[in-house]
């Protein structure tokens, strides 16, 4: 299957600063990435649709300016979480769709830890 | 009543047993179907990817889509310890290439007993 690489795989940092979390897929182009948040014994949370070359949309309740998204290539979409609080505290990952194999393939998800 | 629900688990079966694994859905628009595996602070692995209704083999695992009950499953021959992981069932409804989004179950966490 395609592959989709998610870094860093784990970050540990302070309240008040921001952590940029990068999606790229490796061998096809993506014109749209997925963001999505996971909790412990949880379901995958979606938390926007990332498009190449224009804003991302997020989906209701998810805050715009809390969690940036820039989709600046067909390879490369990066979420960054501003000035993080502990209740950002959580498991994100990435995903992007291979249109040409019609599926759908995910990164090896980022633990964010706000101390 | 959710859009997808799966059976909560978790389920624990013996190294070599056949495991059943099931959803339910609502929103008969859904049209292709998947299972992924996803292990302890990993991303998902796509496993099974089916369109309407059928049966797919691949391996050790079947996948099954009932449209008119509304019932997918997902079936582990032999099922052995390194199967141990949380299996989602996700489906999404009108093809717009793999750009549309998916609706997942909460999924369910499966351990096999060497």
């Known amino acids: 299957g395609a592959v989709v690489s998610q870094h860093p795989s784990r970050v540990i940092c302070k309240s008040g600063t921001s952590v940029k979390i990068e999606c790229r897929s490796l061998d096809f182009q993506a014109t749209t990435m997925f963001w999505y948040r996971q909790f412990p014994k949880q379901s995958l949370m979606l938390m926007a649709t990332?498009?190449?070359?224009?804003?991302?949309?997020?989906e209701q309740g998810v805050e715009k300016d809390k969690f940036l998204i820039n989709h600046a290539s067909l390879t490369l979409s990066t979420l960054t979480v501003t000035s993080a609080h502990p209740e950002d505290s959580s498991f994100y990952i990435c995903?992007?769709?291979?249109?040409?194999?019609?599926?759908?393939?995910f990164g090896s998800g980022t633990q964010l830890s706000v101390l | 009543q959710k859009e997808v629900e799966q059976d909560p688990g978790p389920l624990s079966v013996p190294e070599g047993a056949i495991v059943s694994l099931n959803c339910t859905y609502s929103?008969?628009?859904?049209?292709?179907f998947m299972w992924y595996r996803q292990y302890s602070r990993k991303g998902p692995e796509l496993l099974m990817y089916t369109y309407s209704s059928g049966n797919k083999e691949d391996g050790r695992f079947t996948a099954q889509v009932d449209k008119s009950s509304k019932y997918i499953s997902l079936f582990i021959r032999d099922s052995q310890p390194s199967d141990s992981a949380t299996y989602l069932c996700?489906?999404?409804?009108?093809?717009?290439?793999?750009?549309?989004?998916?609706?997942f179950g909460k999924g369910i966490t499966l351990s096999v007993r060497p």
């Open positions: 990332s498009n190449e070359g224009s804003k991302a949309t997020y």
């Open positions: 929103n008969s628009a859904f049209q292709y």
């Open positions: 996700a489906m999404r409804d009108d093809y717009t290439g793999a750009n549309s989004k998916l609706t």
């Open positions: 995903s992007a769709g291979d249109s040409f194999q019609e599926k759908l393939f």
